[in-house]
């Protein structure tokens, strides 16, 4: 992430709960955001056994209304909007108009002609942006509510059986994806059965006067304070893309083996998406040597690509890595990483690592 | 409350040094790493410089370059961190020692003192 020396580091609503926590705090998409608390391993696995809670009130929050939403959403993006009915959510890629992502986005339809959408942190001012210039000619009204919501995660196996006694909602009946208001502790939120952890588990938008009060509730109750660096590991192993890593501008989005997210229709860009991508993501596995963003990925001492997201996987205790890789070479089963001037074999292995 | 004992020399880069030639990281600089999951050591009988970079710590984020704290040989490195690099995290100034130098020449070292002072 760049970030200008001159330009302060934004805050979300939940900063001072942070510093009282003792969390280690990092810059990130132009935020000042906890990375850990107790540690990276603690919060994940906290999350895959039990329950946990990240501040993701760094992420964008569009409104689109207006008899023409639906026509504009479909217009900039890929998935297939109309599917969608009120109290339900849908992922969703926002094409640019050479190929590449914008980025990956949220909608959550909150009603007939009104839509939520939220947008990756380091992304705000440019999807607006590129929002705003395709919104010509559609009845739609855009308003940025970004600065609005507190945006809080709550993820993991004991999540709905934790939240259940707080709130007026029956929470065994909202599937994956529903979309809802809600009362949590008194408080009127919203609620989605989304997330980025391969866990079962809600986002809650609340209103970010009231954010850390809810964050506070949220770890009386038993909730993990988890920070980005659990969010990273996790989603790694759960397999998602991370936009700024396997997705980009420049990156044929479809590389990434997510190709249900490009229906048959007309938007920004789509004769561009629809050309094969020359680069596959797989998913790699090592022994011992954890792997980082941008270590290349050999054949025979040939590189034939590059790592795009490294870790030393917490659940399974070796090194895990997402990279994109010549397509031709995408099928082969072992390669080889190179790791400050050595190579070091790696195992293709079905994506995703985790499943719940 | 991270510890740093006195009887060790420290460089700014977070690494000690023992009288014995003895060579490990701080146990503050392990606390800002987090959970050490793999530790790549020099080969013994290497030649190095002070400020020359001679092992990896890797955390589960991060890669970070360890520096030698003086000139000299290696003359021996810590094999159990192959099999438990988190004893870097557990016993920084003991079990998780990185390795042995014969010392020609110490590089730009503080004591104690200073390297608290210095991360305070």
């Known amino acids: 992430m760049n970030q200008s020396p001159t330009e302060p580091l934004k805050r979300t609503p939940l900063h001072a709960a942070h510093l009282r926590a003792g969390a280690r705090m990092v810059p990130f998409g132009g935020w000042d955001m906890p990375v850990q608390y107790a540690g990276v391993k603690a919060e994940h696995d906290a999350v895959r056994n039990a329950a946990g809670v990240f501040d993701v009130s760094h992420m964008g929050e569009f409104r689109v209304q207006g008899s023409g939403a639906l026509a504009f959403l479909q217009h900039v993006t890929t998935n297939d909007v109309s599917k969608l009915k009120p109290g339900r959510a849908q992922y969703n890629w926002l094409p640019g108009v050479s190929g590449g992502l914008v980025d990956d986005i949220y909608i959550y339809m909150v009603a007939p002609d009104e ?74 939120v919203m609620l989605a059965r989304t997330g980025y952890t391969g866990e079962d588990g809600f986002e809650v938008f609340v209103d970010a006067s009231e954010a850390e009060t809810v964050w506070d509730k949220l770890l009386a109750v038993g909730f993990t304070s988890a920070g980005l660096g659990a969010r990273d590991t996790l989603r790694l192993e759960a397999g998602f893309p991370l936009y700024g890593h396997e997705f980009s501008d420049t990156i044929h989005p479809l590389s990434s083996t997510y190709s249900w997210v490009v229906k048959d229709k007309t938007h920004v860009g789509h004769e561009h998406i629809r050309a094969a991508p020359t680069q596959t993501l797989i998913g790699l596995k090592l022994d011992r040597v954890p792997v980082r963003e941008g270590y290349p990925v050999k054949i025979g001492g040939e590189v034939v690509g590059h790592v ?21 070479h995408a099928t082969l089963d072992i390669f080889d990483v190179e790791v400050r001037g050595k190579d070091h074999p790696a195992t293709r292995v079905q994506l995703p690592f985790y499943k719940r | 409350m991270t510890t740093t004992p006195t ?39 290497r030649v190095v410089e002070a400020g020359e970079t001679i092992a990896v710590v890797e955390s589960v984020k991060t890669a970070s370059d360890i520096y030698a704290p003086a000139s000299g040989t290696i003359t021996a490195v810590n094999d159990a961190l192959s099999g438990t690099p988190e004893l870097v995290n557990s016993a920084p100034y003991e079990g998780g020692w990185l390795f042995k130098l014969d010392v020609t020449i110490e590089g730009d070292l503080m004591d104690a003192a200073a390297y608290e002072a210095a991360n305070n």
């Open chain 1, 308 to 328: 795009t997201s490294g870790t030393s996987s917490p659940t399974f205790g070796h090194p895990i890595a997402m990279a994109l890789v010549n397509a031709e």
């Open chain 2, 7 to 45: 009887g060790l020399k420290y460089a700014a880069s977070h690494e000690w040094l023992a009288a014995d030639g003895t060579v490990g990281i701080t146990d503050f600089a392990q606390d800002q790493l987090g959970d050490v999951v793999y530790v790549e050591l020099p080969e013994v009988g």
């Open chain 1, 115 to 188: 839509y939520l959408t939220v947008v990756n942190a380091s992304n705000i001012a440019k999807d607006w942006a590129h929002l705003q210039r395709h919104a010509e000619g559609f009845d739609v009204t855009l308003t940025d509510e970004s600065d609005r919501w507190g945006l809080l995660a709550v993820q993991g196996p004991q999540t709905e059986s934790l939240l259940q006694p707080h709130t007026d909602t029956d929470l065994s009946s909202k599937k994956k994806n529903a979309f809802f208001p809600a009362k949590l502790f008194g408080f009127d």
